[in-house]
């Protein structure tokens, strides 16, 4: 059982727009700890997609957007294509001093 | 080019003791603190422990605790995960990853290490 909670799964047509939610607590994201989001494609490593709730680092494209809101945030792609088929996890911190992420969710395009 | 490599993964009985090691290249180790982050076959991702830039500070997830142990070798450039008293639950892809710095999250990972606790 994640600490912070995520859909299994999500799905959508290439061009279409889809989000992924992250549903933490009191104690990470409502705390005010940050939220990131990591991509991993099949075989992979993760990868950082967006980090500080919003930002992308150098080279994600502008589809990727994350927003942030009380004890909750979500990850939106917009424009999907066939290669943003991965796994994504969001992450934060815990007032345990703990790292803390959510189950994943796997998005298929369709 | 920024990098981290781990090694040390293998197959170990439960009970027994494995040490992984994360090397990184590129950027220099101790300007950053850093992560281990285990992923179980077809699972989610899982934070196990940090260590901070100049190892003073350390702290594990409550499911390794008392039995894992992270520690950094500045003059190697390298950081590594003691793990004893393995469990078959321990069983996972070890990946070691460095610290943001400034926002608290892992901006580079490595390959990660195949650790299989079985009897």
């Known amino acids: 059982q994640s600490v912070l909670t995520q859909p299994p799964s999500v799905s959508g047509a290439p061009g279409q727009r889809v989000t992924i939610s992250c549903a933490g607590s009191?104690?990470?994201?409502?705390?005010?700890?940050?939220v990131h989001w990591y991509q991993q494609l099949p075989g992979t490593s993760p990868k950082l997609l967006i980090y500080g709730n919003s930002n992308r680092p150098s080279g994600v494209p502008d589809r990727f957007s994350g927003s942030k809101s009380g004890t909750a945030a979500s990850l939106a792609i917009t424009g999907l294509l066939g290669e943003d088929e991965a796994d994504y996890y969001c992450q934060s911190y815990d007032s345990s001093l703990s790292g803390v992420f959510g189950g994943g969710t796997k998005l298929t395009v369709l | 080019q920024v990098q981290l490599a781990e090694s040390g993964g293998g197959v170990v009985q439960p009970g027994r003791s494995l040490r992984l090691s994360c090397e990184g290249s590129g950027f220099t180790l101790s300007s950053h603190a850093m992560h281990w982050v285990r992923q179980a076959p077809g699972k989610g991702l899982e934070w196990v422990a940090v260590i901070s830039n100049d190892g003073t500070d350390n702290y594990n997830s409550e499911v390794v605790k008392g039995r894992f142990t992270i520690s950094r070798d500045t003059s190697k450039n390298m950081v590594h995960l003691q793990m004893d008293s393995l469990r078959a639950e321990d069983t996972a892809v070890y990946y070691c990853?460095?610290?943001?710095?400034?926002?608290?999250?892992?901006?580079?990972w490595g390959q990660g290490t195949m650790v299989t606790v079985f009897s």
């Open positions: 990853a460095r610290d943001h710095g400034y926002f608290d999250c892992f901006d580079v």
């Open positions: 009191s104690s990470n994201i409502g705390a005010g700890y940050d």
